[in-house]
């Protein structure tokens, strides 16, 4: 070889290292640019599917939620019973202004002189009273104050069928907590989960009524008041009322009453609270207890007489 060469030799070596180490860096950079693209594919992929299992869970907890639609409980809940309120159901020596048993009436003295008729006896039918509540109004208070003994007594003994229809009239009358909304709706978790109890927590939430245009009671405080009147199933009902579940229910019902309520042929919710005895509406003082038996006693020997065909008398020969 010749000096010449040497020099071109070498500048060649150098180029081919310099070429070969580009390469390198190139290939390099090409599989830098492949982990990126996978790796963003693959986290594109997982936020995707955090987000599929995320609306799945939600719309499934939706659809977990408990329901009460006013077309199957007619906007209103019976009570069945009265255990947890405190209040005795039966007691000697009541009269009739004091609690007595609805049951119709008549002159003793007449019936005994007319003489030979012998209807075949009829059981008098139980008086259908129904009361419209707003949990934040003082006179749905008032009456349920007056009223708990008797009610409770006419329930206990079959006397009476009572149906309670919680509404949200004062929902803007609580600092914007809607208070009104939200005990209606924990009325209708006890209501649909542990129907026994449910007079009991509607005489606390009237009996233990907060101020109007106060915060009233928290959900949670709602939930501890319910539990406390003993009901069945605790941890279910404090989930439904802390989660609302019955509040889109509760404002179905009241808009239902503002329109008309049922079986009434066209009368309106116009105030709370209204009571309707046998589908009469009663207008008396709704604190006077004396008055209120009264209406009730007058109502129910009416619907008797009216339902109860007349004897007829057969002439002795």
């Given at each position: 070889m010749s000096s010449d060469e040497s020099p071109n030799a070498a500048s060649s070596e150098r180029r081919d290292a310099v070429r070969e180490k580009a390469q390198q860096v190139k290939a390099r950079q090409s599989r830098a640019r492949v982990i990126r693209r996978t790796t963003l594919a693959t986290l594109g992929v997982a936020f995707i599917a955090v987000i599929a299992v995320v609306v799945t869970w939600t719309v499934s907890s939706s659809a977990s939620k408990p329901t009460a639609d006013p077309s199957n409980v007619a906007g209103g809940f019976v009570v069945t019973g009265v255990t947890g309120t405190g209040v005795p159901s039966t007691e000697n020596g009541v009269g009739a202004a004091d609690g007595a048993t609805p049951a119709p009436t008549g002159d003793p003295a007449a019936q005994a002189a007319e003489p030979t008729p012998t209807p075949t006896p009829t059981e008098a039918p139980a008086v259908d009273i129904r009361v419209y509540v707003d949990y934040l109004s003082t006179g749905s208070r008032d009456f349920q104050v007056a009223n708990v003994k008797q009610l409770s007594k006419w329930v206990d003994t079959g006397a009476a069928t009572l149906t309670y229809y919680p509404v949200a009239m004062l929902t803007a009358k609580s600092n914007g907590t809607k208070y009104s909304l939200r005990a209606a709706g924990a009325a209708a978790c006890v209501a649909q989960n542990s129907p026994d109890y449910f007079f009991a927590f509607n005489n606390a939430l009237l009996t233990q009524q907060p101020d109007v245009d106060s915060d009233g009671l928290s959900d949670t405080?709602?939930?501890?008041?319910?539990?406390?009147?003993?009901?069945?199933?605790?941890?279910?009902?404090?989930?439904?009322?802390?989660?609302?579940?019955?509040?889109?229910?509760?404002?179905?019902?009241?808009?239902?009453?503002?329109?008309?309520?049922?079986?009434?042929?066209?009368?309106?919710?116009?105030?709370?609270?209204?009571?309707?005895?046998?589908?009469?509406?009663?207008?008396?003082?709704?604190?006077?207890?004396?008055?209120?038996?009264?209406?009730?006693l007058t109502v129910a020997s009416d619907s008797y007489y009216k339902a109860t065909p007349s004897p007829t008398v057969t002439p002795t020969p």
């Open positions: 405080e709602l939930a501890d008041l319910a539990i406390a009147t003993g009901l069945e199933g605790p941890k279910v009902v404090r989930s439904c009322i802390e989660s609302q579940s019955y509040t889109s229910w509760v404002k179905t019902a009241t808009e239902q009453a503002l329109h008309e309520l049922p079986d009434t042929g066209g009368v309106a919710l116009t105030a709370t609270p209204m009571i309707l005895v046998n589908g009469t509406q009663y207008v008396g003082k709704i604190d006077d207890p004396k008055e209120f038996a009264q209406f009730v």
